[in-house]
Each structure stands twice: as structure tokens, then as C-alpha cells.
């Protein structure tokens, strides 16, 4: 089956940096689209980034030139690097993988984020 498991989430300081990894398995990661999105308390999830399956990169305004989002066909991994973070960037992030065709796709269990001010 399909399984999506992030890593790297934790406690850091403002200003302070870390590398989210994503390993998918049970898919054709190669043509999958595949995206970073965080949900804070009390608000709705949003997209962080994506990158589709050519290389394509797309980034909420909010961590433009922050964040960058990478994938590694040969592992079936994605990374979000994030610098400068910022207290409101705490919250939980979720990895999603989409075929391009799909509206819906697939979860990961999250992993959180704690931007300490």
C-alpha cells in the first residue's frame, strides 16, 4: 500500500533552519506530483510547496526565498529546506503525493514544527 512517512520536524529557534524529509513507497513516485503543506492550530492546512514531476517548483508567498522544496527519484524522497524560520511557521507538516490528473491524493502522518520566538 501506499505510505508516505515525513521526518525532521522539531523544536528550533527563530531564525533557525531545518530539512524535512518525506520517503514515499507504494507509488510511481516519478511522475507523482509532490507537496509540503502545514496546518497551524486552530487553521485550515495549507500548501507550503510543491514540485511536480519535471522539476517544477511553486511556494506559498508566505516562505518565498525561505523554504525550497527538492525531490530525489532514486530514493522516492522529497525535502522541504527551511531557513529563517519564523515563529509563524509552527505547525504540523503533511506530505502529499498527486498524480497530475487527480483533485485528491495521498498523506502522510505529519510531523511537527516548532518555531520558538
Known amino acids: 500500500q501506499v505510505q508516505l512517512v515525513e521526518s525532521g520536524g522539531g523544536l528550533v529557534q527563530a531564525g533557525g533552519s531545518l530539512r524535512l524529509s518525506c520517503a514515499a513507497s507504494g507509488l510511481p513516485f516519478s511522475i507523482m506530483i509532490m507537496g509540503w503543506y502545514r496546518q497551524a492550530p486552530g487553521k485550515q492546512r495549507e500548501l507550503v510547496a510543491g514540485?511536480?514531476?519535471?522539476?517544477?517548483?511553486n511556494y506559498a508567498d508566505s516562505v518565498k526565498g525561505r523554504f525550497t522544496i527538492s525531490r530525489d527519484n532514486a530514493k522516492s524522497t522529497v525535502y522541504l529546506q527551511m531557513s529563517s524560520l519564523k515563529a509563524e511557521d509552527t505547525g504540523a507538516y503533511y506530505c502529499?503525493?498527486?498524480?497530475?490528473?487527480?483533485?485528491?491524493?495521498?498523506w502522510g502522518q505529519g510531523t511537527q514544527v516548532t518555531v520558538s520566538s
Open positions: 514540485i511536480t514531476s519535471d522539476g517544477m517548483k
Open positions: 502529499n503525493a498527486r498524480r497530475i490528473a487527480a483533485v485528491f491524493g495521498y
